[in-house]
């Protein structure tokens, strides 16, 4: 277990660095090889997996060399990729999938890191303040499991002198009442959800919402019942909500990390925070793929503390300049995943 010093240090000093402006590639070089110390120490079945592949702390000198463990990995319930003991964790989140499907787990000591983690990406969007928060999720109390919700939920906390909307009950159906009534509001509007369930709310909505509101969706539609391209959905916030393009935000996450990307409008990639690095790999020869060319998308997300600050996707991109990436979908032969995949299952 790990040590009663070590832990505070590292997170405090990550704390630190997740807080500041800025993050130079020599401080976050110097920041992963501590943390893939501690994870190598204390992470034992990710220590025995980099142990096979002859990659020790001694062994490896930049972080593009820690080595990357699966988002599958997150699945083998019997081995928990977590630093501590993850039966004492402080929360756990599940991938999204059926109740006979083996789903990934997450494990947190601790919340402040993964919370701080949110709260400092989302400021840097330079957002206009909303004075109504709409969200297209269940409640974090009602679905404590979903990463995703507890995000909203420390969104809805972060805007605490905002109304806060939840409109998709405990039980998966989503209140229009709720949503229609924001027809009259004359201040910003904020609606936060899945891509599937603004499809649900774009069947039988339609108002202009105010100056300076925004949206937010997230999650894609593999293993949906349905698709959409992006272009098409985009026309659908002006259609319905009266939003133009460029007030639109994608977030591009999972359960596995603890940070998120965003891009806003069309046609531009998405922007990590500081903390986080990312690569997009080869899969025929496991190097950075050649420029412009498509390939897995690897993330470095120094937030990961608890768990594995390197990850390997199954999620096909192109680099682009200053570590963006534009996101091009996921490998078609991977099994079906994401929060969209939830919703839509809840709301059909």
């Not at 020869?285 to 608890?306: R, S």
């Not at 600050?309 to 200053?322: F, M, S």
């Amino acid at each position: 277990m790990p040590s009663s010093l070590e832990t505070p240090k590292i997170k405090h000093n990550l704390l630190s660095m997740i807080r500041s402006e800025k993050i130079s590639d020599l401080k976050f070089q110097a920041m992963a090889m501590d943390i893939f110390h501690f994870q190598f120490t204390y992470n034992i079945p990710y220590q025995k997996y980099c142990k096979s592949l002859g990659r020790s702390p001694e062994h490896v000198k930049h972080w593009h060399d820690i080595p990357r463990i699966s988002t599958d990995a997150f699945k083998n319930t019997d081995h928990p990729l977590c630093t501590s003991d993850h039966t004492q964790a402080q929360r756990s989140f599940l991938t999204s999938g059926t109740t006979s499907e083996v789903r990934g787990q997450h494990y947190f000591p601790s919340l402040d890191l993964y919370e701080t983690s949110i709260l400092q990406a989302w400021t840097r969007l330079s957002l206009p303040k909303p004075s109504t928060l709409v969200f297209l999720t269940p409640h974090p109390d009602h679905t404590p499991h979903s990463s995703l919700s507890h995000m909203m939920g420390v969104l809805s906390k972060y805007y605490k002198d905002a109304e806060s909307i939840h409109a998709i009950s405990e039980n998966g159906t989503m209140d229009r009442e709720k949503i229609n009534n924001l027809a009259g509001h004359t201040r910003p509007v904020a609606i936060l959800g899945t891509a599937i369930a603004f499809l649900h709310l774009f069947e039988n909505t339609s108002l202009s919402l105010p100056s300076d509101s925004f949206a937010m969706e997230t999650g894609g539609y593999k293993g949906t019942k349905r698709h959409l391209h992006k272009k098409d959905l985009y026309s659908l916030f002006t259609q319905k909500l009266g939003l133009p393009q460029d007030s639109v935000i994608n977030e591009y996450s999972m359960t596995e990390l603890s940070s998120q990307f965003y891009t806003r409008g069309l046609d531009q990639p998405h922007a990590g925070p500081p903390w986080t690095r990312t690569r997009v790999i080869d899969p025929r020869t496991g190097k950075d793929a050649a420029h412009g060319e498509p390939g897995y998308l690897a993330i470095y997300d120094l937030a990961n503390l608890y768990s594995v600050i390197a990850l390997q996707t199954q999620d096909i991109a192109i680099a682009e300049n200053h570590g963006c990436f534009t996101l091009l979908g996921r490998d078609p032969t991977a099994l079906p995943r994401g929060c969209s995949r939830a919703a839509d299952d809840t709301l059909g």
